[in-house]
Each structure stands twice: as C-alpha cells, then as structure tokens.
T-cell receptor, first 110, second 113 residues
Framework: QKEVEQNSGPLSVPEGAIASLNCTYS??????FFWYRQYSGKSPELIMF????GDKEDGRFTAQLNKASQYVSLLIRDSQPSDSATYLC??????????FGSGTRLLVRP | GAGVSQSPSNKVTEKGKDVELRCDPI?????LYWYRQSLGQGLEFLIY????????KSGLPSDRFSAERTGGSVSTLTIQRTQQEDSAVYLC???????????FGSGTRLTVV
C-alpha cells in the first residue's frame, strides 16, 4: 500500500513568518511530487510541483525534495492570513495516479 | 472550457436511488480522473481515463459504482442504489497528459439521506 503521510495540524504561525509543511512517502519509485492548497469548502488547487532533488522556488513558495529520505516539504515565506488553508501533498509513482496525503491545516494569525 | 466543469454542484438523494454525476474536462486534456473526498478525509482515487485506452477502475469501491467517458471528453460517474456511506464530495480532475498535475473541478457534494 503506497502511503503519503502528513501531520494534520493545525500548524499556527504569525503573519510574516515562514510556514514549513512536511510530507513523507513510502514508495521509493515515486517520481513526481505535488502540493495542493484547499480552502474550506473548495476543491484542491495545484500550487507547486517538483521532480528533482533539491529546491524549487516560485514566488513565496519553495518546494524541497529529498528522495533518499523520502521527504517533501513546502515552505511559505512571509505568510499571510490568506494562506490559511489545508495543504495536500501528493505523489505520483511514474504512472498517472496521484496518491494524496490527508493534508495539513495551516492557520496564519494576523 | 476554461476549467473543469462538474454538475450538479450539490445532490441530495434518498438511500437506494441512483445518481449520475457529470464532468466536462478542460478542452484538450486527454486524462480524466475521479476522486472522492469524505468529510475531513483525504482524496480517494476512484477511476482514470486516458484517451481511448481502457480505464483504470481499480479505485471503485463496489460494483454499484461505474463511470464512462464518451468521445474522449465528458465523463459520467453513476452510483446505483446509493448508501449513506456514499455521502462525500466527488471531484473530477483532468490533465493534458498523465505526467502533469491535475486541475480539479469544483466538485459535486452528494448527500444520501
């Protein structure tokens, strides 16, 4: 059973701080990794993807991948109250199916 | 269209009735997926369509669930003899090909009473 694990949270950070969201996965054959943001009552929205070890930056977001440790993280710099949402980590094993974690709820305090 | 369109947005049905959920993917997207999200839970894979290939139905929870995709575009998920445990948000997603991340529709919230 391929699994993706996330701490359910909530992770509470003050406005302007860096929020660090973490995810581990069980399948060493996993090849691509995605972060989705889901606001309450809404559908998931793709915000980042990463395929190679290291960091990938997009604006205030940085995705980090360590395949040896089977670990993916998402950093959100200068966190804003509008970033408050559930963040879903998803892993693809080289085929087509995304396996989702259960998500981490982020609260950014004004 | 500009995004993945799902209908209806909400559906309340009586236990034992059949329901049909519709998904219209982004134009040109060959891959289409159905997922289910129960309250407070993660996303559960149901079925995958890619072009004219045979679908991957491995996530369908029982034989009461079926799906089809006509003309490589619109998809319909059918649940027969609905049960209360079928209550969830049913999410459709599409992608340009199977390697890309998905774009989700706004979902259909199904409530079985």
């Amino acid at each position: 059973q391929k699994e993706v694990e996330q701490n359910s949270g909530p992770l509470s950070v003050p406005e302007g701080a860096i929020a660090s969201l973490n995810c581990t996965y069980s399948d060493r054959g996993s090849q691509s990794f995605f972060w989705y943001r889901q606001y309450s009552g809404k559908s998931p929205e793709l915000i980042m993807f990463i395929y190679s070890n290291g960091d990938k930056e997009d604006g205030r977001f940085t995705a980090q991948l360590n395949k040896a440790s089977q670990y993916v993280s998402l950093l959100i710099r200068d966190s804003q109250p509008s970033d408050s949402a559930t963040y879903l980590c998803a892993v693809k094993d080289g085929s087509y199916k995304l396996i989702f974690g259960s998500g981490t709820r982020l609260l950014v305090r004004p | 269209g500009a995004g993945v369109s799902q209908s209806p947005s909400n559906k309340v049905t009586e236990k034992g009735k059949d329901v049909e959920l519709r998904c219209d993917p982004i134009s040109g997207h060959t891959a289409l997926y159905w997922y289910r999200q129960s309250l407070g839970q993660g996303l559960e894979f149901l079925i995958y369509f890619q072009g004219n290939s045979a679908p991957d139905k491995s996530g369908l929870p029982s034989d009461r669930f079926s799906a089809e995709r006509t003309g490589g575009s619109v998809s319909t998920l059918t649940i027969q003899r609905t049960q209360q445990e079928d209550s969830a948000v049913y999410l459709c997603a599409s992608s340009r090909d199977s390697k890309d991340g998905y774009t989700f529709g706004s979902g259909t919230r199904l409530t079985v009473v």
